[in-house]
């Protein structure tokens, strides 16, 4: 929407220029002619609304979602929506809608999902702050491939309404929307906007002091089956954030092992299927790529994708499959839903009040295209987090050897966000933050 943004812009121009120094501006307008961009699965007035699904591709906008309304009322200006992946349920962003987004650091890669369009346009400087969503590291994934800073709010402080899909029945918990930026200090005020009234719920005018944060350290979940093991460069990288915190802050991190975490996909997977406290069952995914029409068959889907005919994307097809194996062990998803539960008691015990664990973003760094279809539970990293109703930011650590992002997740008890926005804000200052792609 370049036209009315430049149009909005010039309204912003006029309002400073008729109101010079003015500081009710800056109180009332917080975000005044910043540009924004927005996940494409969140209302935005009068642009597309697929979230890349074939049959909604003639799908607009008719009001906006109430974070992207709240951005706009505190004067940010939008440019336009960003691409996901199908259904926001897979973490490469490419659909039969808009086709794959590439990485800026590497073409061949992935710019991570669901919120990948996002990530990638902030990476490569096309937009300043941005709108994302998260259910299984939709919004940490993204920016960890392209090496910017995402935060996943603590559940129930900023408002997931007006996205498609939205979260039904337990799932609710664990979706959260929150904000995408390159730089670290961004990020408190988006929030600020984003949550509403619901940032009461937050301690952001508590001032941090570092040294007085307790730091735990987890290099890899414990070894995993069906999750690759964790990068060398990734694990430098945290090793060297360690080194950094405990030279400089003069406080030690100590290293934990919670052998729960071990069973991530597991716990994430069951809690995902399981039903609220009303007892209603979760959507089924393959309701959702039906969207109101004729109803989905995954294996049939997957055979006339074999032959070039399907409207859908392999890896929703098998997601729709695994939903069904899903459904025939109860006994066993009630074992890792109570385990879940364990380990959330066991997190918020352990961070505290002044607690902060440092995590592998992912295993790996970005990945090639499609092959996350080889590994596709690597996103486990960042899922049992949603489950858990923990906030976590995303923070980027420099280059790899190849010129690829680096980063790691910090992690706090509920309701302490403002501990992991004061980390990032450090390790920023520490290790460069975002880096510039191609310039190496």
């Excluded at 005044?32 to 009068?46: M, N």
């Excluded at 709240?70 to 973490?91: D, F, H």
């Excluded at 929030?191 to 941090?208: F, Q």
């Excluded at 990293?381 to 995303?394: D, M, R």
């Amino acid at each position: 929407r370049f036209e009315e943004a430049l149009q909005e812009a010039r309204q912003v121009d006029k309002l400073l220029s008729e109101n010079p120094g003015d500081d009710y501006l800056e109180e009332k307008f917080p975000l005044l002619g910043v540009p924004i961009t927005v996940k494409e699965a969140f209302s935005l007035h009068g642009m597309p609304n697929t979230s890349g699904l074939v049959n909604r591709r003639n799908v607009i906008a008719t009001s906006d979602a109430t974070v992207v309304s709240r951005l706009k009322q505190a004067g940010a200006i939008p440019l336009g929506v960003t691409n996901c992946s199908e259904l926001c349920m897979w973490y490469e962003s490419s659909n039969r809608v808009y086709g794959r987004t590439n990485n800026p650091y590497d073409l061949q890669r992935i710019v991570g999902g669901s919120s990948g369009g996002e990530g990638g346009v902030l990476a490569a400087a096309c937009s300043v702050i941005g709108v994302g969503s998260d259910i299984g590291g939709s919004i940490r994934m993204p920016a960890f491939f392209n090496g910017v800073f995402g935060h996943k709010p603590t559940t129930g402080v900023v408002p997931n309404d007006g996205q498609f899909p939205n979260a039904q029945g337990v799932r609710t918990s664990f979706l959260c929307t929150g904000p995408m930026c390159r730089y670290a200090e961004d990020l408190e005020p988006m929030l600020r906007v984003m949550a509403g009234p619901g940032i009461n719920k937050l301690k952001l005018n508590e001032k941090v002091s570092l040294e007085k944060i307790k730091f735990y350290c987890m290099d890899h979940d414990g070894g995993s089956i069906f999750v690759s093991p964790v990068d060398k460069e990734i694990l430098q990288a945290q090793k060297k954030v360690v080194e950094h915190l405990e030279g400089e802050l003069g406080i030690r991190v100590q290293r934990v092992v919670i052998h729960k975490m071990k069973y991530s996909f597991q716990i994430w997977s069951a809690m995902m299927s399981s039903k609220d406290n009303d007892g209603q069952e979760a959507q089924l995914f393959t309701d959702l790529l039906g969207d109101h029409g004729k109803p989905v068959w995954p294996l049939w889907e997957l055979i006339k994708w074999l032959v070039g005919m399907s409207s859908h994307t392999l890896p929703a097809i098998a997601l729709g499959l695994t939903e069904k194996l899903m459904k025939l062990n109860p006994g066993g998803n009630a074992k890792l839903v109570s385990m879940g539960k364990s380990l959330q008691e066991e997190m918020e015990a352990l961070l505290g009040p002044d607690g902060v664990l440092l995590y592998p973003s992912h295993p790996t760094i970005a990945p090639r295209h499609h092959s996350p279809i080889c590994m596709p539970f690597n996103f486990a990293y960042t899922a049992i987090f949603n489950v858990l109703g923990l906030p976590v930011t995303q923070c980027p650590l420099g280059l790899s050897s190849e010129g690829l992002p680096l980063g790691i997740q910090l992690v706090a008890a509920s309701y302490n966000d403002h501990l992991t926005l004061a980390v990032a804000r450090y390790l920023e200052k520490a290790f460069g933050g975002w880096v510039l792609p191609g310039k190496l």
